[in-house]
């Protein structure tokens, strides 16, 4: 049984950086994404940034490349979301996710991801 949990959110300024932790238990598939999605209140779902499992590629949206970094640690099978220049528009809850089965990963489409964790919050103010 694969399980997701994450952790690390919070509330900062805007300007402040949060780091996001997801442990995968259970999760033994050699290709497919790992990603991480986010969603504000009264919004669509939207992904935040997925690696490609085998190839080890790291695809990001436009609207925090630059900013967020995702990287993923093979031997302890986590992945995490170094989140930097945080802006009030990156307030939601976030999600990692990841799919059961190979996926283009830079299209990072939530409707690919099989499994997904509970979120954690992250707040950013003005």
């Known amino acids: 049984q694969v399980q997701l949990l994450e952790s690390g959110g919070g509330s900062v300024q805007a300007g402040g950086s949060l780091r996001l932790s997801c442990a995968a238990s259970?999760?033994?598939?050699?290709?497919?994404?790992m990603g991480w999605f986010r969603q504000a209140p009264g919004k669509e779902r939207e992904g935040v940034a997925s690696i490609d499992i085998f190839v080890g590629s790291i695809f990001y949206a436009g609207s925090v490349k630059g900013r967020f970094t995702m990287s993923r640690n093979n031997a302890e099978n986590t992945v995490s979301l170094q989140m930097n220049s945080l802006k009030p528009d990156d307030t939601a809850m976030y999600y990692c996710a990841a799919t059961s089965s190979p996926r283009n990963c830079g299209q990072l489409r939530h409707f690919d991801y099989n499994y997904w964790g509970q979120g954690t919050q992250v707040t950013v103010s003005s």
């Open positions: 259970g999760y033994t598939y050699k290709y497919g994404c």
